[in-house]
């Protein structure tokens, strides 16, 4: 599946690897990275990628969420998604992510919850799709 039409575009440059430093075009992400204890490194102050990747993903997948709930008229409050990223060897080789999604909408329906998250995971959320066949993406309504 390709896109028809490019909106937008953010850019970001890297320096440094996982002990490096990442900054967006217009300035407004300028982090330090370092890698965590878990992979070797020394962890400490400063992002990286997986949490970069968690917050991301959070991001938009609640937005897709609220967006299909605007599309059926109901409203949400409160709703919340946070996203665990797990990297790990990979077969046959290298390194690969998982992912986590707890989604929270307060208030809702539990099918009618499940319902909005199905529908913004397969069709809406563009980090699903990214993800899709490649990345183990497990959702739960909490």
Do not use: W
Not at 62 to 70: G, K, L, Q, T, Y
Not at 114 to 139: F, K, M, W
């Amino acid at each position: 599946m390709s896109i028809r039409k490019v909106i937008y575009t953010a850019t970001a440059t890297a320096k440094g690897g996982r002990e490096g430093h990442i900054k967006s075009s217009d300035g407004v992400l300028d982090v330090d990275l370092k890698l965590p204890k878990e992979l070797g490194g020394p962890g400490g102050a400063g992002s990286n990628p997986e949490q970069l990747f968690a917050a991301g993903y959070a991001a938009c997948f609640e937005s897709a969420v609220r967006f299909v709930a605007s599309q059926r008229k109901i409203a949400i409050n409160d709703a919340s998604v946070t996203a665990h990223v797990g990297i790990g060897p990979h077969e046959p080789a290298g390194f690969g992510i998982t992912v986590k999604l707890e989604v929270k909408l307060p208030g809702l329906d539990k099918a009618v919850a499940q319902e909005l998250i199905d529908t913004a995971h397969n069709d809406i959320c563009p980090y699903s799709h990214a993800t899709r066949g490649n990345v183990d993406v497990d959702i739960s309504l909490v």
